[in-house]
């Protein structure tokens, strides 16, 4: 029987088989071209920047076009509130080019891998697309709205690769991104001042108008009577959503997941002080049972995994287990032993190469596979090679056949104690 949690056991036949050269190619192509320095946050940030440059491109050119050549008392005249010809930058262009701002703002952020600049983009990459189809009124089928939504869905399935967050860095987006939206309203508010009741004239009046709207109070005191007002009211209001949501996503969010995390977790599966405790990395049966079994008796046990996985009480911790970095934040320096217990016998050596390079104390056990990768794996050095199913098949043959079984030379064999490079 399957323990709970526990990976099924691989189904007979062929597939194991077909999966796993492709799998060892991945993996082989990963490490080589270096893909966790680089792979998928700079692509997903080249792509989010690209996606606002393209928004801000517009606006850039049409005010060049309509407003470079004035002089810059012109250029204040124009922008006055009580001038008859509203400028159309500000009219048809500033929804965009505030949610393109925003757009590059959150691409820097994916590039540190931040948490919070991916849960920016998700949202402001939906507020940009609700923007060119409901105030740009693009065509659905247009190549800008199917971008956006190629990239809305590319960054809605890659949050696990965005872990890095700071309650600092959240106050830091939501400062300067309700700054620029306020920004926005009170310099829109200021510009279309006749086309709202009563007028808006000032700055108070302006600033006034801005918070209540981004708030969604709407006392209904200040209206937009014209076409343009409310446009503009409609494009604050899905922006300002759009930011507020955000804001309260990367300052509250932390804090209450935070608690909610102490009381609902169990105690057992709490941080644990890592000091003389056990590494296990793999997902398999084996890496289950082995942890299981150290749990039952009172050790503490951290399990480096590349996905989210059950493992009982033990500590999960996500990571590439053969990155040195990895490693240390799991505690290999003050820990009793690293086990490289994965299904995969290349991963288990990238895992003892790692652990012999951070030149610590633990002991270094590596399983394998493969009879064909056991004298490999004895080249890398661990001091413990553990081949059940290369010597469980041997046992289960000597038995069925009444040959002598040496128990204790089959156990050495199996464990491979001591392990060193034949010759």
């Keep these: 029987m399957t323990p709970t949690g526990a990976p099924p056991p691989a189904a007979p036949g062929k597939a ?3 999966l796993a050269a492709p799998r060892r190619l991945f993996w082989r192509v990963y490490r080589l071209a270096r893909l966790d320095l680089w792979f998928p946050h700079v692509p997903l940030a080249l792509a989010v920047g ?54 590059i703002f959150v691409a820097i952020g994916l590039l540190l891998r931040s948490r919070l600049a991916w849960i920016g983009a998700l949202v402001i990459t939906l507020a940009q697309g609700a923007v060119a189809v409901l105030y740009n009124h693009q065509p659905w089928d247009s190549w800008a709205v199917l971008y956006i939504a190629a990239l809305f869905f590319i960054l809605s399935v890659s949050g696990r690769d965005f872990r890095r967050s700071s309650l600092a860095a959240g106050t830091l987006f939501a400062l300067a991104a309700t700054l620029l939206v306020l920004s926005y309203g009170v310099l829109g508010a200021l510009i279309l001042g006749e086309g709202f009741t009563p007028p808006i004239l000032s700055l108070p009046q302006a600033a006034y108008f801005t918070i209540v709207t981004m708030s969604t109070v709407g006392y209904g005191d200040i209206l937009p009577k014209s076409e343009d007002a409310r446009l503009f009211v409609m494009s604050l209001i899905v922006i300002g959503i759009t930011v507020f949501a955000t804001s ?23 941080r644990m002080k890592r000091v003389n405790h056990f590494i296990i990395i793999g997902t398999g049966a084996l890496a289950y049972n082995t942890a299981r079994e150290l749990l039952a008796r009172g050790e503490s046990v951290v399990v480096i ?22 490693l240390r934040k799991a505690g290999a320096e003050a820990a009793r032993a690293i086990l490289a217990l994965s299904p995969d016998d290349s991963e288990n050596a990238f895992v003892i190469l790692a652990a012999r390079e951070l030149n610590v104390d633990a002991r270094k056990v590596a399983a394998v596979s493969s009879r064909k990768n056991l004298e490999r794996m004895r080249r890398v050095q661990p001091d413990m090679v553990f081949a059940p199913n290369v010597f469980g098949g041997e046992i289960l043959a000597m038995a069925l056949t009444q040959e002598k079984i040496d128990g204790d030379a089959l156990v050495a064999r199996m464990l491979d104690a001591g392990a060193k490079p034949a010759g």
């Excluded at 309260?248 to 057992?268: D, K, N, S, W």
């Design 248 to 270: 309260i996503t990367a300052v509250v969010g932390p804090v209450v997941q935070g608690r909610l995390h102490r009381i609902i977790e169990p105690e057992g599966r709490r």
């Design 50 to 103: 690209f996606a606002g440059m393209q928004a801000l491109l517009p606006s850039i050119r049409r005010y060049v076009r309509e407003y470079l050549h004035l002089q810059l008392n012109g250029l204040f005249d124009a922008l006055h509130p009580l001038d008859p010809n509203v400028p159309a930058l500000i009219l048809r262009g500033v929804p965009t080019t505030v949610v393109g701002a925003l757009q």
């Design 16 to 18: 194991p088989k077909i």
């Design 305 to 326: 995994s590349d996905k989210e996985i059950e493992f009982g009480d033990a500590e999960v911790m996500l990571g590439d287990p053969t990155e040195l970095e990895t």
